[in-house]
């Protein structure tokens, strides 16, 4: 049997997110558009008759550090790349951004075994551009391997998961076998609320907002949860609650059928807007929000 941590890296918005959920086969970590979706290192756990894998979902490496959160950020994706058994770096079909050099950069430091994914592979529409693409890329690093796949729509996947087996050591699992995240209900849940948000708002909002679960109560077949939705300004608070609070019902319902999903069961659910002040730059407050390693 083998067993062992497989990082997902790569600056953000290529597609890690949406890679995790479809090699553990549930949708575990959030994803969208906007910057910041991933917040946080999540497991994902894969086990089959080969052995187990534990994929590590990460913030998207960025060269910003202004922020605190930034830096948190910079930070969560840096360290996973320390403990692992296998890197697969995930790029943008053959688009190459100055981000892309600071993750090559970052992996040249790390001694386990790296795949290049090049996802979005549905959207290259010029086939024959792939192939000097993969040349040059080739040249970059000693790549374990370098596979074209489609996270969206589950291309070539398979041939990513064997490689993934290919390079895990010997072991025994390191989780339960019918487990799948590491993370609590309680987190998924906020995370849930968080993805709904992000999809209905426009560029200038994710940064400034995060989701605190206040209340999580199972009474038999229903969850009773209310969550705050943190902004930073008076402004960002009206946009999410939106003209006569239709915008906050609108993420309510999604956000609550997608819970109901999750939990199994009824859910009822309450969403509160408050603004606390700069609390994307502060550490104190960041950690009090659960943004601690
Ligand atoms: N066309 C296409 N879009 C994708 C693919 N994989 C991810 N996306 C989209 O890219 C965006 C960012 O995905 P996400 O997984 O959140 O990226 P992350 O920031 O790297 O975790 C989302 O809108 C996804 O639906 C893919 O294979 N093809
Ligand atoms: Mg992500």
């Not at 190459?96 to 001694?111: G, T």
């Amino acid at each position: 049997m083998k067993a062992g941590f497989v990082a997902l890296i790569g600056r953000p918005n290529v597609g890690k997110s949406t890679l995790l959920n479809d090699l553990v086969g549930q949708k575990i970590s959030i994803t969208s558009r906007r910057p910041q979706t991933t917040r946080h290192r999540i497991h994902g756990i894969k086990t089959t008759e080969h052995g187990q894998a534990v994929y590590v979902d990460t913030p998207g490496m960025h060269a910003s550090q202004k922020r605190a959160m930034n830096r948190y950020l910079n930070r969560a994706a840096n360290s996973a790349l320390l403990d692992v058994d296998v890197v697969v770096w995930v790029i943008d079909g053959p688009k190459w951004l100055p981000e892309d050099d600071l993750v090559l950069k970052r992996i040249k430091a790390s001694k386990a075994p790296v795949i290049l994914a090049i996802n979005k592979i549905d959207r290259v529409e010029d086939k024959t551009l792939l192939l000097p693409f993969l040349e040059n890329a080739a040249a970059l690093h000693p790549f374990a391997a370098l596979i074209p796949v489609s996270a969206l729509k589950g291309f070539n996947l398979d041939a990513l998961e064997r490689k993934i087996m290919e390079l895990l050591p010997e072991g025994e699992p390191i989780f339960a076998e019918d487990q799948i995240t590491d993370r609590s209900e309680r987190f998924l849940a906020a995370e849930i609320i968080r993805e709904k948000l992000l999809r209905s708002l426009g560029q200038e909002v994710p940064h400034a907002l995060t989701v605190e679960i206040e209340q999580f109560k199972t009474e038999g077949a229903l969850t009773r949860i209310g969550a705050l939705i943190w902004v930073e300004r008076e402004g960002q608070k009206a946009i999410v609650i939106g003209h006569k609070g239709e915008g906050l019902k609108k993420v309510g319902e999604r956000a609550r059928l997608d819970l109901e999903h999750l939990l199994g069961g009824k859910v009822y659910l309450e969403l509160w807007v408050k603004v606390k002040e700069g609390w994307s730059d502060d550490e104190r407050t960041l950690r009090s929000l659960g943004y601690a390693e």
